[in-house]
């Protein structure tokens, strides 16, 4: 079983970063992607970010360019480097374990975090 705590949330103003973190324990973690999805009030959840190995990630298209995701593994460790922040980034983020399937689809990860709460104000 895999357990996974995010970290690195807050308030911050439009324009400015946040790392988000999520330590995973559990299984040997490099042999497993790790992706980011978020959740605002009154939506649906939505895919982020996933990377695969170091060399293989994938993003949707409102963050390209701005959200970085990459891992350390000798931490255990994936981190979601998130910039130039909008209003629109505002909610809860996720980090969860993709067992295979379609890379943004909700089904296609299990062992989610807890999630941390990352709001942008105008």
């Known amino acids: 079983q895999v357990q996974l705590v995010e970290s690195g949330g807050g308030l911050v103003q439009a324009g400015g970063s946040l790392r988000l973190s999520c330590e995973a324990s559990?299984?040997?973690?490099?042999?497993?992607?790790l992706g980011w999805f978020r959740q605002a009030p009154r939506k649906e959840r939505e895919f982020v970010a996933l990377i695969i190995s170091y060399n293989s990630t994938y993003y949707t298209d409102s963050v390209k360019g701005r959200f970085a995701i990459s891992r350390d593994n000798a931490k255990n460790t994936v981190y979601l480097q998130m910039n130039s922040l909008k209003p629109e980034d505002t909610a809860v983020y996720y980090c969860?374990?993709?067992?295979?399937?379609?890379?943004?689809?909700?089904?296609?990860?299990?062992?989610w975090g807890q999630g941390t709460q990352v709001t942008v104000s105008s």
């Open positions: 969860a374990q993709f067992v295979g399937g379609i890379y943004y689809a909700v089904t296609s990860y299990n062992y």
């Open positions: 559990g299984r040997t973690f490099t042999n497993y992607p």
